[in-house]
């Protein structure tokens, strides 16, 4: 019975079907109308000829003759019209403008309970000559990857020029109209190409992989346990067509599909190539829906382009994970051919073996239980593959298993990679036949492990072999003695790397250059002290205790016992701390009391904004995942850091990240501390590493990884970040007292002298007695101050500067100091300098101090002769001169004169010794 589109699986009532079949014979009765040959669509290359013929909707002539039916107001189309049973619409008749050999359609309507729509069609190789009308099946439309509620047919083979279509809409018993909005017809000319008697001589041996060959390879593949496929080369797929990126899946289960095209087409390559134009193009998927298509020959043809595991379109939602097979034809009624049916037990015995997928069982998929092979039917609401190929499937899967018994089964060892380093546990994976019976084990030919059939993983422990080249090798056999193995050569590595770390103590700027050494390492990561010990955590009420283990690090850990805790999460600490955005490990320090178990202990992942935001997803600790029961093991979760998120904003309110252990209590669990580095990246000897923005002591911490991943331990080192000079304070007797709370302060000092507050002297280097700490001293009083002005200069240990503010120290001076020969320069300046030249006068007078702004006139004339013996003055008091951003620089200009005697701006006397000196400035007055 042909396949109609309907609202409903019910039977349609017969009486309407007798409507039907009148509203034809009145259509048959109307005079033919011939209408314009359409403009033929443009393709890429000529090999594929194809043009659409818009009927009805948008872009479509008015042509044609109707009955029953009444033209749409909201949208063009057609609706029964009120009173009528049903309804027809018959084109005229329309040159292709060019010999076709498969015609499509495509429509939309809207169909209430009951409704259908039959859209029939009739061609012409010379407009005069008919073929019967044949009815064009609609096809299920779960070939398309999201629903478009549109309607397409099956493909029609048959030659022609010119065609005809006829559309009945049928009233159901709702009383709203059906209405049909759109229809659409496709003619495709795919004769060019390959023929496809033809293409059995292409054969060609394909990889021992079972990969589909390229396109552009070889014609065809073929080995000893995989049949001939005919490659999309050889039946000529025009690849530009191929719009559909490739994606993939594991697979999991087979879908068997016919056509619903000829069973007796003349050129079946051209068949598989009208077949793609039609999804690919006319359809719009991009790709032919089916990954493998059988001819009645028994020739197996290559689909959707991918290779192995690319997901296809042929039964939604069940595209992942499945290989669409298309028997070519219609095999409702017609037996399959038994070249067919062996071809696809071939092809089956193939894939079946290569993705391990039983052909006699049944297993999940998407969202429910299915055959491992089964019918489309079994899966979509369809009758494909029609009820004769349905019928053959237990046979299909029966003939299949006993393929895979007789074959050798597939083996392919998927870790650990040839040559990888290894170390501790680790995860021997492997992909197999099902049919394999058992597995053996080994390692440089001793037995390590002997696994039933099912098996595909292994957990090997390392430790047990010493430190070198190793051969693992993996042997299994079918029962009917079919045997294969593979193997995989191995660096056995459990030994640490060590190193090194070099890094300033102090440091002022934004980042810091370290020095980074070690052995047999290949990372690096580095830490700021982000650990955090097991008991110091949060834990919920009940799950656990503090406990003495000589085993953890600082001797102390927190347990969760089995028949004393009840499972629960330990938590926190809601760090704040952690820079961003950037890639870190999370690493969990676990002790488990059995690794015995095939059980989950725990479940950890990484979180903040009290835990709703998932950085690392829960990732479970089994019992075997343990080495020993005697040490604690690092597990290790990597996440990404973005930012705060809404975390860290309220004082007090905890949220920051979290590392979190869910104790589950099937064994002892001890916890022994968590702690974050960044994630590895490539060793180098030097790494220049960010500092933070605020000043304080951070701890900087390193560690090496090897290439098998084991870890040196942590090197590390507190860099004291101090952007701020050293504060001078209030001068006494002793001397100029000076302090640097951070980083402390370099013994290593000088001071300046002058006779005038002017011009300076060069630096003379003096050391700061310094108390124990470092963080406070002075710079001692030198008799060469007494009646000079002084300042000091002190550095901290992170190379901060600060000079003090010019004094006038007490006290008579005792020797002259001579003065400069006379630059021919301009007048003074008001720019101070450190560096300035010693006054030129050797008599002192007692004068007002100028100010740390004030900016003194100064008149210089001949070079002055020094007097041997100062002049004795009184003993002034010391008073603040210019400070060393305000002490201005005297470009004496040369004038007939004896003495250089500066004229200073009066300022007012201030008490001596009262200024506090920060960063070179004046940052407090009196007092």
């Not at 349905?390 to 003939?399: E, I, T």
């Not at 975390?647 to 869910?662: F, H, M, V, Y």
């Not at 603040?880 to 004169?897: C, D, H, L, M, R």
Request: charged residues 15%; aromatic residues 8%; proline residues 9%.
């Amino acid at each position: 019975m042909a396949i109609v589109a309907s609202s409903s699986k019910r039977t349609f009532p017969h009486c309407l079907r007798a409507a039907l079949a009148l509203l034809v014979l009145a259509s048959a009765l109307a005079p033919t109308v011939q209408a314009a040959p359409p403009i033929p669509v443009t393709r890429p290359v000529p090999t594929t000829w194809a043009a659409e013929w818009a009927l009805v909707g948008s872009g479509a002539s008015p042509e044609g003759m109707v009955s029953g039916l009444r033209a749409a107001t909201q949208k063009p189309g057609w609706v029964v019209a009120a009173g009528e049973v049903g309804g027809t619409f018959e084109s005229p008749v329309r040159d292709m403008g060019h010999e076709f050999m498969a015609l499509g359609a495509i429509w939309q309507a809207r169909l209430v309970e009951g409704a259908e729509v039959v859209v029939e069609v009739r061609r012409s190789l010379d407009g005069v000559a008919w073929e019967p009308w044949q009815e064009m099946q609609a096809a299920d439309s779960f070939g398309e990857r999201t629903p478009t509620g549109r309607q397409f047919s099956e493909l029609i083979l048959g030659t022609g020029r010119y065609v005809q279509v006829r559309v009945t809409l049928l009233r159901g018993a709702a009383p709203v109209a059906p209405a049909l909005e759109a229809l659409r017809l496709v003619a495709i000319d795919t004769r060019e190409g390959p023929q496809g008697a033809s293409l059995a001589v292409a054969a060609a041996p394909a990889a021992t992989t079972g990969v589909a060959a390229s396109p552009m390879a070889a014609a065809v593949e073929s080995t000893t346990t995989t049949p001939t496929v005919v490659s999309r080369a050889a039946w000529g797929a025009n690849e530009a067509y191929m719009t559909w990126p490739p994606e993939y899946a594991p697979v999991t289960h087979f879908v068997i599909h016919h056509t619903v095209t000829s069973n007796s087409d003349a050129d079946i390559a051209a068949t598989v190539r009208a077949i793609y134009y039609y999804h690919a193009v006319t359809l719009g998927w991009g790709d032919i829906g089916y990954n493998y298509l059988i001819d009645r020959y028994g020739r197996i043809y290559e689909g959707r382009a991918g290779g192995e595991g690319v997901i296809a379109g042929h039964a939604r939602p069940y595209n992942p994970g499945t290989i669409g097979i298309a028997l070519i034809g219609d095999y409702s009624t017609t037996p399959v051919p038994s070249a067919a049916v062996t071809a696809l037990e071939d092809l089956l015995a193939w894939k079946a073996n290569l993705h391990s997928v039983n052909p006699l069982q049944s297993s999940w998929i998407i969202d429910r239980t299915l055959p491992n092979i089964m019918g489309h039917r079994d899966c979509n609401l369809t009758t494909c593959p029609g009820d004769k190929a349905y019928a053959l499937l237990p046979q299909v899967r029966d003939a299949t298993w006993q393929r895979l018994l007789a074959m050798p089964p597939y083996l392919e060892l998927t870790e650990p990679r040839a040559q990888a380093a290894v170390s501790g546990l680790v995860h021997v994976r492997w992909k197999a036949g099902p049919a394999a019976a058992q597995f053996t084990i080994t390692v440089d030919g001793q037995l390590r492990q002997s696994l039933a059939g099912d098996a595909r993983e292994w957990l090997w422990n390392t430790t047990a072999e010493s430190d070198g080249p190793h051969t693992l090798r993996i042997s299994t056999a079918t029962s009917s003695g079919q045997a294969a193995q593979a193997e995989v050569a191995v660096q056995v590595d459990n030994s640490a790397p060590s190193g090194s770390l070099a890094a300033p103590a102090y440091a002022n700027g934004d980042a810091v250059e370290l020095a980074l050494a070690c052995r047999d390492c290949t990372q690096v990561q580095f830490g700021g002290g982000w650990r955090w010990e097991g008991e110091g955590l949060y834990h919920a009420p009940g799950t656990g205790r503090a406990v003495a283990d000589s085993a953890a690090a600082n001797g102390q850990a927190w347990l969760g016992k089995i028949g004393e805790a009840v499972a629960g999460p330990w938590y926190g600490p809601y760090d704040c701390s952690l820079p961003y955005p950037g890639d870190y490990q999370a690493i969990f320090w676990l002790r488990a009391g059995r690794n015995d178990l095939n059980a989950s202990l725990a479940e950890l992942d990484v979180v903040d904004q009290q835990g709703t935001r998932i950085l690392a997803g829960k990732t479970p600790v089994m019992a075997n995942d343990f080495r020993s029961t005697d040490r604690y093991q690092a597990f290790t979760l990597p996440f990404y850091y973005p930012d705060r998120g809404t975390s860290c904003r309220t004082p007090g309110q905890a949220d920051g990240l979290e590392l979190r252990t869910a104790f589950l209590a099937a064994a002892d669990l001890y916890l022994d501390r968590v702690e974050v580095f960044t994630a590895p990246q490539p060793f180098t000897e030097t790494f220049r590493l960010p500092l933070p923005v605020g000043e304080g002591r951070y701890p900087l911490e390193v560690r090496y990884l090897d290439a098998a991943g084991n870890a040196s331990p942590v090197y590390s080192q507190t860099v004291t970040v101090d952007r701020t000079p050293p504060v001078w304070g209030d001068a006494g007797s002793g001397g100029l007292p000076v302090r640097d709370a951070l980083s402390g302060l370099d013994a290593d000092a000088a001071y300046a002298l002058s006779d005038d507050g002017l011009t300076w002297g060069p630096w003379t280097p003096a050391a700061l007695s310094l108390a124990p700490e470092g963080q406070t001293g002075a710079l001692p009083a030198d008799p060469l101050w007494a009646g000079r002005y002084v300042r000091a200069r002190a550095r901290d240990r992170a190379g901060n500067e600060a000079v003090s503010a010019a004094i006038q120290w007490p006290g008579t001076p005792l020797t002259a100091t001579p003065s400069p020969t006379p630059t021919e320069t301009g007048t003074a300046t008001a720019t101070p300098s450190v560096s300035a030249t010693p006054g030129a006068s050797a008599t002192s007078t007692a004068t007002p101090s100028p100010t740390a702004t004030a900016t003194p006139t100064t008149t210089s004339t001949a070079t002055p002769t020094p007097t041997a013996t100062p002049t004795a003055t009184t003993t002034p008091t010391a008073t603040p001169g210019p400070t060393a951003t305000a002490i201005p620089t005297t470009t004496p200009t040369t004038t007939p004169t004896a003495t250089t005697t500066p004229t200073l701006a009066p300022t007012a006397t201030v008490s001596a010794c009262r200024d506090l000196i920060v960063n070179g400035g004046v940052e407090a007055t009196g007092g």
